[in-house]
Nanobody, 123 residues
């Protein structure tokens, strides 16, 4: 059974930083991608960043380029999203997703999802 578990959300002031973690287990191959998505109240789920843990290829949404950094610790099956210079518009529930076939920021590419972690940025 594939499990995806996020952690690290919280409340931060604008300009501050948070680091989200995603633990993935149960995938049968080491060539897989992990992506972060977010969903604000009343909004659609949007891709934030993704990484292929085997080749290290990363993708970022334009709205977070230069502020967010995705990385992985393959020895521990962990993926991190370092979020700096946070803005109130970054407030959302952040979801981690993983898949063997995923490669990018489209929701349909990922079959395995975590429950989400709330990130709130106050102005």
């Amino acid at each position: 059974e594939v499990q995806v578990v996020e952690s690290g959300g919280g409340l931060v002031q604008a300009g501050g930083s948070l680091r989200l973690s995603c633990a993935v287990s149960g995938l049968t191959d080491n060539d897989y991608s992990v992506a972060w998505f977010r969903q604000a109240p009343g909004g659609e789920r949007e891709g934030v960043s993704s990484i292929n843990v085997e080749d290290g290829l990363t993708y970022y949404a334009d709205s977070v380029k230069g502020r967010f950094t995705i990385s992985s610790d393959n020895t521990k099956n962990l993926v991190f999203l370092q979020m700096n210079s946070l803005k109130p518009e970054d407030t959302a529930v952040y979801f981690c997703a993983a898949d063997l076939a995923g490669y990018g920021l489209a929701v349909y590419l990922y079959d395995h999802w975590g429950q989400g972690t709330q990130v709130t940025v106050s102005s």
